[in-house]
């Protein structure tokens, strides 16, 4: 079974868990963590979802190489 973070939903849901951490009370540095994290996260559900779209593309038959 694929791990969450091998999808780009999966990615998005990590990307929203560290925003919602980093809206607590805890330490600037801490927040600024988790917030370049969710950066990152929702950068890597936007290259999954690209991924996802364009395998998709393909296994519909789009025109092949000669």
Do not use: K, Y
Not at 21 to 38: G, H, K, M
Not at 45 to 53: C, D, K, S, V, Y
Request: proline share 5%.
């Amino acid at each position: 079974m694929a791990a969450p973070e091998d999808s780009s939903q999966g990615c998005r849901e990590r990307a929203e868990a560290d925003l919602r951490r980093a809206d607590n009370d805890i330490p600037i540095n801490a927040r600024q963590v988790l917030e370049a994290s969710a950066r990152h996260w929702l950068a890597r559900a936007e290259l999954l979802e690209r991924l996802e779209t364009s395998f998709a593309a393909r296994c519909l038959g789009g025109p092949e190489d000669d």
